[in-house]
């Protein structure tokens, strides 16, 4: 068994380097609480958010240890080529943030959430429609953040992921993983000062997990490199290529899956024009409409500012999948000449392995307190978002006297606590059906392709219909649901492919808005026409 | 040829974002506590202009 050969140990200097991180991003965190008198102060941060302090916040929030783990297991089965997604997503940020599309008319119109724009234009029961929908793919693309965390900080640090204590507490006897009773520890410390100081906290801690979590990243890609050498990892890449090499991956237990290295340099050989299509498509959806991102542009103090977070921030998304990248290639390589992964080991967690072998003291420590802050920046960025959109947008529209701006506040904490909730049981039992990436792009298109569709109809379509609008939210979901469902019940041969999904979602969204818009004013001009004449 | 091109090409991806990543870590933490700075005191300003309690403890 790998762990019994591990010696676990933390060295003082790397629990030094933890305990210190923790208390200074909590007290951190809790101390910006003075500051909240409203909810605009607690959602969008007074709109008083400057350039560089969005830069880092909206580079620590989009990388968590869920994103290390998968760009990691993209390496690890698809080499450099693993990292295509990440240079979609910077050339998609570049272009947004040079021309202003969407981010622009977005920022002018003053709105809290992208749905709110939407009762603008197409009125409340779209924009009520557009939260639900937001909420659902949100929520549950967020479902596996815990689960991955855990299991990254379990390897790494070279603990048993399926260890478990006992304890007694008036008597009744508990048998706790040691997986959830951390995870949940984190993220009570997470939920304490995101519930107190809203978006406030967020940038402030935030700005210390940028810092924390960015020497991390920069010293691990360098050590791993230096360990394994520039040209051995790129012949070992073409050599396990070319030869077929196959590992086991034996993390879901009673199964067995073959990873085997795609075309380590070339995307289209490793996954298809139809993957790389879907994921140039989703990386423009992302950047206009993923509501966590489109928080900062919204916090932003004004238009040109949110445009120059997006271009100085998008060569970071290269780095954000190329980086850790590079560490599931170093994990791939070192097991293969180890004869293979240990028993219950997988593509996904073989890199924090990896590492745990390469870290003496001290560097362990920062690559811990690093990944905290990762996991830490992005959980509570995200639980902000989500309440935020569930108050906005689907309470508010629903109540007929406006709550009072304490009541609000009440409100958003809450639902903050109660994503929360949702996200310790949902989060450390759900079972990955695939790839995390694919999980995570298919949940995120449940609501990327229709409140794109949405958006850009709203912002640049005069003709855009309500009908339209309800059928593009409609449709765009049935794709990535039906993804989740089927791939749950049926064998892998005859499961649905991710990128077929996702350009379902985004055709039937397209769709729907375009034939929706039609019909939908075919017939309010029937209406008027029958009005005038009676 | 083009899988030499494309180890050029993402060679100079990964060195550029270790290169990016560490020129951001500076740039980015010096002006970033300057802008959390001006926040906070703008926060604070806000409570004295609008005559609402200031920040507690104060």
Same mark, same amino acid.
């Given at each position: 068994?790998?762990?019994?050969?591990?010696?676990?140990?933390?060295?003082?200097?790397?629990?030094?380097?933890?305990?210190?991180?923790?208390?200074? /991003?909590?007290?951190?965190?809790? &101390?910006?609480?003075?500051?909240?008198?409203?909810?605009?102060?607690?959602?969008?941060?007074?709109?008083?958010?400057?350039?560089?302090?969005?830069?880092?916040?909206?580079?620590?929030?989009?990388?968590?240890?869920?994103?290390?783990?998968?760009?990691?297991?993209?390496?690890?089965?698809?080499?450099?080529?693993?990292?295509?997604?990440?240079? =979609?997503? /910077?050339?998609?940020?570049?272009?947004?943030?040079?021309?202003?599309?969407?981010?622009?008319?977005?920022?002018?119109?003053?709105?809290?959430?992208?749905?709110?724009?939407?009762?603008?234009?197409?009125?409340?029961?779209?924009?009520?429609?557009?939260?639900?929908?937001?909420?659902?793919?949100?929520?549950?693309?967020?479902?596996?953040?815990?689960?991955?965390?855990?299991?990254?900080?379990?390897?790494?640090?070279?603990?048993?992921?399926?260890?478990?204590?006992?304890?007694?507490?008036?008597?009744?006897?508990?048998?706790?993983?040691?997986?959830?009773?951390?995870?949940?520890?984190?993220?009570?410390?997470?939920?304490?000062?995101?519930?107190?100081?809203?978006?406030?906290?967020?940038?402030?801690?935030?700005?210390?997990?940028?810092?924390?979590?960015?020497?991390?990243?920069?010293?691990?890609?360098?050590?791993?490199?230096?360990?394994?050498?520039?040209?051995?990892?790129?012949?070992?890449?073409?050599?396990?290529?070319?030869?077929?090499?196959? =590992?086991?991956?034996?993390?879901?237990?009673?199964?067995?899956?073959?990873?085997?290295?795609?075309?380590?340099?070339?995307?289209?050989?490793?996954?298809? &024009?139809?993957?790389?299509?879907?994921?140039?498509?989703?990386?423009?959806?992302?950047?206009?409409?993923?509501?966590?991102?489109?928080?900062?542009?919204?916090?932003?103090?004004?238009?040109?500012?949110?445009?120059?977070?997006?271009?100085?921030?998008?060569?970071?998304?290269?780095?954000?999948?190329?980086?850790? #990248?590079? &560490? #599931?290639?170093?994990?791939?390589?070192?097991?293969?000449?180890?004869?293979? =992964?240990?028993?219950?080991?997988?593509?996904?967690?073989?890199?924090?392995?990896?590492?745990?072998?390469?870290?003496?003291?001290?560097?362990?420590?920062?690559?811990?307190?690093?990944?905290?802050?990762?996991?830490?920046?992005?959980?509570?960025?995200?639980?902000?978002?989500?309440?935020?959109?569930?108050?906005?947008?689907?309470?508010?529209? /629903?109540?007929?006297?406006?709550?009072?701006?304490?009541?609000?506040?009440?409100?958003?904490?809450?639902?903050?606590?109660?994503?929360?909730?949702?996200?310790?049981?949902?989060?450390?039992?759900?079972?990955?059906?695939?790839?995390?990436?694919?999980?995570?792009?298919?949940?995120?298109?449940?609501?990327?392709?229709?409140?794109?569709?949405?958006?850009?109809?709203?912002?640049?379509?005069?003709?855009?219909?309500?009908?339209?609008?309800?059928?593009?939210?409609?449709?765009?979901?049935?794709?990535?649901?039906?993804?989740?469902?089927?791939?749950?019940?049926?064998?892998?041969?005859?499961?649905?492919?991710?990128?077929?999904?996702?350009?379902?979602?985004?055709?039937?969204?397209?769709?729907?808005?375009?034939?929706?818009?039609?019909?939908?004013?075919?017939?309010?001009?029937?209406?008027?026409?029958?009005? @005038? @004449?009676? | 040829?083009?899988?030499?091109?494309?180890?050029?090409?993402?060679?100079?991806?990964?060195?550029?974002?270790?290169? &990016?990543?560490?020129?951001?870590?500076?740039?980015?933490?010096?002006?970033?506590?300057?802008?959390?700075?001006?926040?906070?005191?703008?926060?604070?300003?806000?409570?004295?202009?609008?005559?609402?309690?200031?920040?507690?403890?104060?």
């Amino acid at each position: 068994m790998f762990f019994a050969a591990i010696d676990f140990t933390l060295a003082p200097i790397d629990w030094i380097i933890i305990v210190v991180y923790l208390i200074g /991003c909590v007290a951190a965190g809790v &101390w910006m609480r003075r500051y909240v008198r409203n909810v605009d102060d607690f959602a969008v941060a007074g709109r008083e958010m400057d350039l560089n302090l969005g830069v880092a916040s909206l580079a620590a929030t989009e990388v968590g240890i869920v994103t290390v783990m998968y760009t990691a297991e993209n390496g690890f089965k698809n080499g450099l080529a693993g990292a295509t997604p990440g240079l =979609l997503a /910077c050339i998609m940020m570049l272009i947004v943030g040079m021309t202003g599309f969407v981010i622009v008319p977005m920022r002018n119109a003053g709105v809290m959430t992208i749905p709110e724009l939407f009762e603008k234009r197409f009125g409340k029961h779209v924009r009520w429609l557009a939260g639900v929908v937001v909420i659902l793919g949100g929520v549950l693309n967020m479902g596996i953040f815990l689960r991955l965390g855990g299991d990254f900080l379990m390897f790494v640090a070279g603990l048993d992921p399926a260890a478990k204590f006992h304890i007694d507490l008036a008597g009744v006897s508990f048998n706790l993983g040691m997986i959830e009773a951390m995870m949940t520890g984190l993220l009570l410390l997470v939920l304490l000062y995101t519930v107190l100081g809203g978006m406030l906290s967020v940038l402030i801690t935030d700005y210390l997990q940028f810092l924390v979590m960015g020497a991390g990243l920069v010293v691990t890609s360098v050590l791993v490199i230096w360990n394994v050498g520039w040209s051995n990892l790129i012949d070992g890449l073409w050599q396990a290529h070319t030869s077929g090499v196959k =590992l086991l991956d034996t993390s879901i237990p009673g199964t067995t899956t073959e990873v085997t290295m795609a075309h380590p340099f070339n995307p289209i050989a490793a996954f298809g &024009w139809g993957w790389v299509t879907w994921q140039a498509m989703t990386s423009i959806a992302i950047v206009t409409t993923w509501q966590t991102t489109i928080a900062r542009v919204l916090a932003a103090r004004n238009a040109d500012t949110a445009k120059s977070i997006y271009r100085r921030t998008s060569f970071y998304y290269v780095g954000r999948f190329g980086l850790p #990248g590079i &560490w #599931g290639i170093g994990a791939f390589l070192y097991f293969w000449h180890q004869g293979g =992964l240990p028993e219950g080991m997988g593509s996904l967690t073989a890199m924090p392995a990896f590492l745990h072998t390469i870290l003496g003291p001290g560097l362990l420590g920062l690559v811990i307190a690093a990944m905290l802050a990762a996991e830490m920046s992005t959980d509570s960025g995200y639980l902000l978002t989500w309440a935020t959109v569930i108050y906005n947008d689907i309470i508010s529209p /629903c109540l007929r006297k406006p709550l009072s701006p304490r009541a609000k506040l009440l409100t958003v904490r809450l639902m903050v606590l109660l994503i929360g909730v949702f996200l310790v049981f949902y989060g450390l039992w759900y079972q990955l059906p695939g790839a995390a990436w694919d999980y995570l792009a298919v949940t995120g298109n449940i609501y990327l392709a229709s409140l794109f569709t949405l958006l850009v109809a709203a912002l640049y379509w005069p003709g855009a219909h309500s009908w339209g609008a309800v059928a593009a939210i409609v449709l765009g979901a049935i794709g990535p649901v039906t993804f989740l469902i089927v791939n749950a019940i049926v064998e892998k041969q005859n499961q649905i492919s991710p990128e077929i999904a996702g350009w379902s979602a985004f055709g039937l969204a397209f769709a729907g808005m375009i034939v929706g818009s039609l019909v939908g004013r075919t017939v309010s001009k029937g209406r008027s026409a029958g009005t @005038t @004449t009676s | 040829m083009l899988d030499r091109f494309l180890i050029a090409f993402w060679t100079v991806m990964v060195f550029g974002s270790i290169a &990016w990543y560490g020129y951001l870590l500076f740039h980015v933490g010096i002006k970033g506590g300057w802008d959390i700075a001006r926040m906070i005191r703008v926060l604070s300003g806000q409570g004295g202009e609008n005559q609402s309690p200031g920040p507690k403890g104060q």
